[in-house]
């Protein structure tokens, strides 16, 4: 067992290495959305200011928009940022997210000519329950290696795919997601990467801000500075697999009750990550300690996360960006071509055996995301969860999680309850329901056989059941806002199927 997980980890370190020398590089880039804001008019604001990217990373959209987009920018490198695939659950290769899914995300790579398909190490749905925005993995050894698992299956089907169309197959890269408010594990978040890549060819995304609410989250910043807290970080994460580099704004929740904590008499503030909004200088700060590490040694490009942001202002963060870090950046992907050849030669790894998770093993995990979901969603007595912990994180912070940030979820984001089913919810007023009392019913029980993952969708269908269950006298009504909601989300998006909202 250990003797083929050293050679499976010589295997997998060298397929990365081949598979990352193919790739170009891309340099400074951004990392968009096609509708919001618009692109086009976002490139033409770019060359007007004689700031043409590097490239551009495209989030998820429509097949057809990716083609129509691939076709206006004929010049421009495109990445693709994929959504929807949930590797990091124990039953991704068999879900519609594992199949369906992947099959999309394959149409869409081939549509862009992408070089690389990345996705969040994140889902939004675990354990039969839906969740509006991303929800980190477990940080566990299990979930590691399951994940490891999940990726090699997503990356057999990338090549299977591009093979079958003649065409280079795109890398599979993994991002560390944020921490909204909480983590939860046994594992060092660098230790988990650090699992997984000694199982799976992939490369890794790091996200500057992400990295920020590691460091928030998981109490660090108690114990502290943020540069020794990076330096440590970055000592064990994989330096050597990430192939982008991310930098997004982030900002505090702005609902009641989310203010900021206090540190030593200074302010630290209860940030999130937020793409629409303005990027901290500290992140830049920091940016430039990961770009120093000698480790770097295969990135190819580094990208400002940018969809939902107004173009004035990506255009004068873009500005700064290039100023202040293009000669930097040209430097360490020019490193990482020369480090990756020499390391090429150095591997010598023709076998090994899988290690997949045993049946038991596969069990356990299926169980703690079960725990993990009672964990964020009710005030149980936490000690159910095990020997699962908030990895350094605060009681206090998770509460934050549960009571704001996921009822704002559920009540008002990607779809305001009030303005979807303004008759039903006049009528549950006056019948004394408040609509938080949706939040427990969302999370009353799982719904594992639900396969398509479309929080709109998702939302429409569970208001229905609640109002209907909660007053009789709004059933007829719910019933008929409901319908009306999913005829005008169908006219919305038809032809061409339904825009995933990035979060
Ligand atoms: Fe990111």
Known sequence: M???KYAKCDLMKSEFTQRANNLPAHGLGLSVDVYSPDLLELVRALRDAALEPGYLEIFKATTSALQWMRQQLPDIQLPYHGEGLWSTQPEFPCSGSGRQGVAEACAQLA??????????????QMAGYAFGTYLPPLYTELSARKTAENLGYLQDQVDQDARARGIDPALVLLEMPPLTYFGCGTLPIPEFYRTVTEQASCGLVLDIGHLWTV?????SWQRQRLGDFTAEFLDTFPMERVIEIHVAGLAELTIPHASGGVENGHALPYWIDAHGAPIPGVLFDLLEQVLSHPCLTSLKGVALEVDTKPIAMIVEEFTQFRKRFGMMVQAVVYRGARASSRLQRLLNA????GLQLTSAEEAVLKQQYRNYVQLVTTHDDPSFIGDLSLLGGSLEDLNRYRDIYLPHELLHWGGELQDMFPEACRVLAEADVPLVRFVPFWFSRPRP????YDFFLLKIDRFVEFATEACQAAAMIVLREADELRAAYRAANEPIGSAPVRA
């Open 350 to 353: 023709d076998s090994a055996e």
């Open 215 to 219: 460091y928030r989250y998981t109490g």
């Open 449 to 452: 056989e639900q396969d398509d």
């Open 111 to 124: 549509a862009l000519r992408s070089a690389w398909l990345n996705h969040e190490c994140a889902t939004k």
């Open 2 to 4: 250990v003797a083929s």
